[in-house]
């Protein structure tokens, strides 16, 4: 099993960067992918969610707005659009699966919003 993310990086406040997070080994349509992210001296913190095969999807209240998650089945892979980033979303981020009782980690990208 693995998840691979990519996308991570520098940018200015107020830009943008799209995260990708490509999984195998593992029947990804059958999982809600999640993206999650830990800022130093922080708990990690569930950033967005979609299920599959609805689509549904969820934010934390503090990226609601400026951030989209999005899937493809077919690419096996998640995504998540980060528009209009602030200095405080700052961390690393983390792709997840879950079904059930069974998690998957990705070994994170980091984000760093500064000018």
């Known amino acids: 099993v693995q998840l691979v993310e990519s996308g991570g990086g520098l940018v200015q406040p107020g830009g943008s960067l799209r995260l990708s997070c490509e999984a195998s080994?593992?029947?990804?349509?059958?999982?809600?992918m999640n993206w999650y992210r830990q800022a130093p001296g922080k708990e990690r913190e569930l950033v967005a969610a979609?299920?599959?095969?609805?689509?549904?999807?969820n934010y934390a209240d503090s990226v609601k707005g400026r951030f989209t998650v999005s899937r493809d089945n077919a690419k096996n892979t998640v995504y998540l659009q980060m528009n209009s980033l602030k200095p405080e979303d700052t961390a690393v981020y983390y792709c997840?699966?879950?079904?059930?009782?069974?998690?998957?980690w990705g070994q994170g990208t980091q984000v760093t919003v500064s000018s």
């Open positions: 997840n699966a879950r079904s059930g009782q069974t998690y998957y």
């Open positions: 080994g593992f029947s990804f349509s059958r999982y809600a």
């Open positions: 979609i299920a599959s095969p609805s689509g549904w999807e």
